[in-house]
């Protein structure tokens, strides 16, 4: 088995907050294969953001990978200078943010932001890289695209601005695309596109796609794996469809659960009890043993390790749901 | 769509001189018969007369406000009483000292503060940025004269480096400048400073980031541009402050512009000028501010647009 293109492995990350030090992600491990989705799925705070920041050196100026690696094709992103960073964004790993009209500057015109990576990474002159970018337009079918590109990120609606925002992380042939909840900000309608273009253009150019969402219907429709987090733990990765079919470990299921379903009565609609603890008040044993139903003993005492199973997920659970 | 934006700009500026001009107009007869005023106190009746008429001041108000406008649109502001001169000439021939003094401090203050600002934002919570800003907030909150006068008592007066009043060499100028533009550098330093933080905590500078674009291009192309929208609205303000603080600026080290000759023509009553030089101030301000809107939608697309749209 070769190598996964993307391997984080045990990667702990903290910040330094006003009410003394927190740590975010304690000690995640995911790996994405080329070509291939996963999906980084949990409730707010469980740090799948901080992740996905934490890979292209993007953690804000009081974070700080304090531990594991962030293997990239066999280099180690975590140990990487700055300067090494700014070749590799955008360029080999891209990433694209929720909101698409603040993640767009908004005093230039979308062709010149469109421009600027390809002027970056790829030297090409404005006028070269004005007639390419309005191919990447063309290409994540923004119609009218050679008049499109005068125009500024406030002109667009949020589904258009979201296209630019994937023409822009396509720009380069990137292997990687990072892709933080890029359609929660928008409507329903536009969010099937955004997907329905986003998987097109993954099977054209074959690039992997690590995307986090809160949405399990989401997942069911573009992920291959599925990577399940809880306060900065990785708490079940599986194949999307072992994960739905038996999910393991009493998170997964207690989500899996609180998915509204047509062919049932809203009222019995169950969501997890209790809430999550604050990083500020980890619980020594397994974060999740508090809200837990199979809680036992060791649960509260020990943190569970991830194990890989026979069948190839990897669960940290000392109670895991009963197949 | 953007000439519409200017347009309305343009339109507005006009109505505003108008009002300037009408206030002026109310001030100058609310306050009395303008003959008692301005003619000496021992004119005779028979001179009184004379300029009553002269100045169709026995017509009715409608119509001297018709004149009046219409002779300060031909730039007839009356005699100065000081020197029995046009008013507009004795006022104008004042102009370039003050334009040489304001504009070197809007220069001054727009070349320490808005670096000094940048610099504290990109350094934020260090010493350095604490010491830029305690360097702002006395600069902003010193007094135009107290500043003027500490200046002179050390570069004049104990070191004797600098000479203390009138303009005859480009020496003279450092104290004025200096004291005339340091609350703008302040207050400039602070806006940058703030602007900069803001726009530095904006997604779209992760963007940015996450594009590839190195530091210096980040600062320079992404966030320079969009701070500098609200820091140009605060140097519009600024402006209006620079005119005003010119009055005392010129008073302190008898730097021979309008601000010193107000000062002077207010003390001899000499009304003519003292309109004069209120209308081409007002006149100023308006401009600058003209300026400064046309500024704000050239950097603002945003401005550029919905302006546009508001009128259509
Ligand atoms: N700059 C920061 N300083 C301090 N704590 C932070 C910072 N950024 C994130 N955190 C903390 O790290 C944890 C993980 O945050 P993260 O943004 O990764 O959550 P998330 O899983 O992406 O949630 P959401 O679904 O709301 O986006 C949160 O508890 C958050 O409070
Ligand atoms: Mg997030």
């Keep these: ?323 | 769509m953007t000439a519409r934006f200017f347009l309305v700009k343009l339109v507005r500026a006009m109505l505003t001189l108008l009002l300037v001009v009408s206030f002026v107009f109310v001030i100058l007869r609310v306050s009395g018969d303008p003959t008692d005023i301005l003619l000496p106190d021992d004119a005779t009746a028979d001179t009184i007369e004379y300029y009553r008429t002269a100045w169709g001041l026995d017509k009715p108000l409608h119509e001297q406000y018709v004149r009046y406008v219409w002779s300060v649109l031909h730039g007839d502001f009356g005699i100065s009483l000081q020197d029995n001169r046009d008013a507009l000439q004795v006022v104008l021939e004042r102009v370039p000292a003050t334009l040489q003094l304001g504009l070197a401090a809007l220069v001054f203050s727009i070349m320490l503060g808005i670096p000094l600002g940048i610099f504290a934002a990109l350094h934020r919570n260090s010493m350095a940025d604490r010491l830029t800003m305690s360097f702002a907030v006395l600069g902003y909150a010193m007094p135009n004269f107290f500043l003027g006068i500490l200046l002179i008592l050390l570069f004049t007066m104990s070191l004797q480096w600098l000479p203390s009043s009138g303009s005859a060499t480009l020496w003279h100028m450092i104290m004025p400048v200096a004291t005339l533009g340091m609350a703008a550098a302040g207050t400039l330093a602070r806006f940058s400073r703030s602007a900069m933080l803001e726009v530095l905590s904006q997604s779209y500078m992760r963007t940015a980031k996450a594009k590839g674009a190195p530091r210096l291009r980040r600062i320079g192309w992404h966030a320079m541009p969009n701070a500098a929208i609200p820091v140009v609205t605060v140097l519009g303000f600024k402006i209006g402050g620079l005119i005003s603080g010119a009055l005392v600026t010129e008073t302190v080290f008898a730097w021979p512009g309008i601000g010193r000759l107000l000062v002077m023509a207010v003390s001899n009553r000499d009304l003519p000028v003292v309109q004069a030089v209120v209308l081409l101030v007002g006149f100023t301000m308006v401009v600058t501010n003209l300026i400064v809107d046309f500024l704000y939608g050239w950097l603002d697309p945003r401005v550029r647009v919905s302006g546009a749209s508001q009128g259509a």
């Design chain 1, 1 to 323: 088995m070769s190598a996964p293109l993307l391997s984080i492995e045990n990667l702990t990350v903290g910040f330094s907050t006003e009410r003394g030090p927190v740590t975010a992600v304690r000690g995640v491990s995911l790996a994405v294969d080329a070509g291939e989705t996963l999906c980084l799925v949990g409730e707010s705070g469980c740090g799948k953001s901080v992740t996905c920041h934490a890979v292209l050196g993007l953690l804000p100026s009081n974070g700080r990978v304090t531990g594991g690696r962030i293997l990239f094709e066999d280099r180690d992103l975590a140990a990487f200078s700055e300067r090494e960073l700014e070749r590799l964004r955008g360029r080999e790993v891209a990433m694209i943010f929720q909101d698409p009209l603040t993640a767009l500057n908004p005093v230039h015109s979308i062709g010149k932001q469109l421009a600027e990576v390809l002027i970056l990474h790829r030297g090409l002159s404005w006028d070269a890289a004005k007639a390419e970018v309005k191919r990447l337009l063309d290409r994540v079918r923004i119609p009218d695209a050679g008049r499109r590109l005068g125009e500024y990120p406030h002109q667009l609606s949020g589904g258009m601005n979201q296209r630019v925002a994937i023409a822009m992380a396509m720009a380069c042939r990137p292997k990687l695309i990072i892709a933080d909840e890029p359609t929660t900000a928008l409507d329903v309608t536009i969010q099937a596109q955004i997907l329905e273009l986003l998987r097109e253009l993954q099977a054209e150019e074959g690039l992997a796609l690590m995307l986090v969402t809160h949405d399990l219907g989401v997942v069911a429709e573009m992920a291959d794996r599925v990577a399940v987090m809880y306060l900065g733990r990785v708490a079940e990765e599986a194949a999307v469809n072992d994960l739905f079919s038996a999910p393991c470990h009493p998170y997964t299921r207690g989500l899996l659960r609180s998915i509204p379903r047509i062919d049932e009565n809203v009222a019995r609609l169950a969501t997890i009890e209790g809430s999550v603890p604050s990083l500020h008040a980890v619980p020594a044993g397994c974060p999740f043993a508090p809200r837990c139903e199979n809680a036992c003993t060791a649960c509260v005492e020990h943190v569970p390790e991830p194990l890989v199973r026979a069948d190839g997920r990897r669960v940290a659970c000392f109670a895991p749901v009963a197949a």
